[in-house]
């Protein structure tokens, strides 16, 4: 398997006007038999290679799944420097995919493995020396009970499970956050910037159905602000749920202006959150607009509330593609796909999904096309349609995001 590296040399800053790139296509990571995670660090790459797919064919339970991992190091052309063997190449690793991530200039190469007793699954993390592999001590950060999820199959856990690893460097501190997707439960850690635990709870949330997690965030004080969507049939309602070490966590339902929230992401702000998103207001299949509202991090008061309705030039674009309407009480773009968020410079927030729909007659497929961009910034908000090539989606019932990784 062939995975081809292309580097992007200017940033993308609007959407609102075409824009030029110089890209360079530096190579290709030849003769790679499993599936990996890479990162770019100085001089080079990192990445960690893992036997996840040969193994399990995802008809494994989870708490029998297990596979080993080797880190490599890359020069700049993709040229293969050095390699290490995790645990001496032996099946230990698992259920979940290792990752690597770049935190306060350092890199860390996030694993699970069980307990002694195999009564949880523990997320590590280690310090990567970019020369020469070397890991430092593997610190615990989190632990996940496998009582009420080790049991299930890999194929129904892995389409529906999210962990969230988000470093806030002006807090000195990083959030992680996990859910099965397949029931109300979550479970969170505060570290700070050498990987140490400030925090971990588990948490059931007693008034959620089903949990997929959306986006977390830490405020300087390390308390957790969570987005999720709370699947229940087939009405999906967006929540924002609120956990501090020593109290009792606060489950609340966003609303804005009577309308349903759908997406909802979380980011810091000065002693406030922002959360942005989208929403629903006729239709359970359909997304009608765009929203932002502050949080206040001291007594958690809502304020600054902004709705805007998606234009119906734009609607009729995602009409023209099949993935919207413009009718008067179905006016919307579809709104059965995974959106993902990033937080720009300057505080605004790009919001991104790939949209999807069934095409068929005889056979019903699920495909993915055009990518609808929202970029909430202050003042405002601009909508963009950008054109993709539709392809199907691989699994899940919602679409994998590819414009974001």
């Known amino acids: 398997m062939r995975l081809y590296?292309?580097?992007?040399?200017?940033?993308?800053?609007?959407?609102?006007?075409?824009?030029?790139?110089?890209?360079?296509?530096?190579?290709?990571?030849?003769?790679?038999?499993?599936?990996?995670?890479?990162?770019?660090v100085a001089?080079?790459?990192?990445?960690?290679?893992?036997?996840?797919?040969?193994?399990?064919?995802?008809?494994?339970?989870?708490?029998?799944?297990?596979?080993?991992?080797?880190?490599?190091?890359?020069?700049?052309?993709?040229?293969?420097?050095?390699?290490?063997?995790?645990?001496?190449?032996?099946?230990v690793f698992g259920p979940f995919i290792p990752f690597l991530k770049n935190i306060s200039n350092k890199i860390f190469l996030f694993f699970h493995r069980p307990s002694d007793n195999e009564s949880e699954i523990v997320l590590y993390a280690s310090e990567v020396d970019e020369s020469t592999l070397e890991q430092k001590t593997?610190?615990?950060?989190?632990?996940?009970?496998q009582k009420n999820i080790g049991v299930f199959k890999?194929?129904?856990?892995?389409?529906?499970?999210?962990?969230?690893?988000?470093?806030?460097?002006?807090?000195?501190k990083t959030i992680l956050a996990w859910s099965a997707g397949v029931n109300?439960?979550?479970?969170?850690?505060?570290?700070?910037?050498?990987?140490?635990?400030?925090?971990?709870?588990?948490?059931?949330?007693?008034?959620?159905?089903?949990?997929?997690?959306?986006?977390?965030?830490?405020?300087?004080?390390?308390?957790?602000?969570?987005?999720?969507?709370?699947?229940?049939?087939?009405?999906?309602?967006g929540f924002l749920f609120i956990a501090k070490q020593d109290a009792a966590a606060i489950n609340m339902e966003l609303v804005i202006d009577g309308a349903t929230v759908h997406h909802a992401f979380v980011s810091p702000g000065d002693n406030e959150m922002i959360i942005a998103g989208t929403y629903r207001e006729n239709s359970?299949?359909?997304?009608?607009?765009?929203?932002?509202?502050h949080i206040s991090t001291n007594n958690f008061a809502v304020s600054n509330k902004f709705k805007y309705r998606f234009p119906e030039a734009l609607v009729e674009q995602f009409k023209n593609d099949s993935y919207g309407s413009n009718k008067n009480k179905d006016f919307g773009i579809l709104a059965n796909s995974d959106f993902e968020h990033v937080i720009m410079e300057d505080a605004s927030v790009s919001i991104s999904g790939d949209l999807n729909r069934f095409a068929g007659v005889k056979v019903s497929e699920r495909i993915t096309g055009s990518i609808l961009h929202i970029w909430v910034k202050k003042g405002g908000v601009v909508f963009s349609r950008i054109p993709k090539s539709e392809v199907p989606v691989y699994n899940g019932n919602e679409s994998t995001n590819l414009f974001y990784p």
């Not at 040399?9 to 599936?35: M, P």
């Not at 890999?154 to 000195?172: E, G």
């Not at 359970?284 to 509202?293: D, I, M």
Request: overall charge positive; glycine content about 4%.
């Open 5 to 40: 590296i292309i580097v992007v040399l200017s940033c993308l800053c609007s959407l609102v006007r075409a824009q030029q790139f110089k890209v360079e296509d530096i190579g290709s990571l030849k003769d790679n038999k499993n599936d990996f995670d890479i990162i770019k």
């Open 43 to 91: 001089n080079g790459f990192i990445a960690v290679e893992y036997s996840a797919k040969k193994q399990m064919a995802f008809s494994f339970t989870l708490d029998k799944l297990r596979y080993t991992a080797k880190l490599i190091k890359y020069d700049e052309k993709l040229n293969i420097i050095k390699e290490v063997a995790l645990s001496g190449g032996e099946r």
């Open 138 to 145: 593997p610190k615990k950060i989190l632990a996940i009970n």
């Open 154 to 172: 890999a194929s129904d856990l892995f389409s529906n499970q999210k962990l969230i690893a988000n470093n806030f460097p002006d807090y000195r």
């Open 184 to 237: 109300n439960e979550i479970y969170i850690s505060v570290v700070d910037q050498n990987m140490d635990l400030l925090w971990s709870k588990h948490e059931i949330v007693a008034a959620a159905n089903e949990i997929k997690l959306s986006s977390a965030c830490v405020d300087k004080n390390g308390t957790a602000f969570i987005s999720y969507i709370n699947k229940n049939k087939n009405d999906k309602r």
């Open 284 to 293: 359970n299949e359909l997304l009608t607009g765009a929203f932002s509202q």
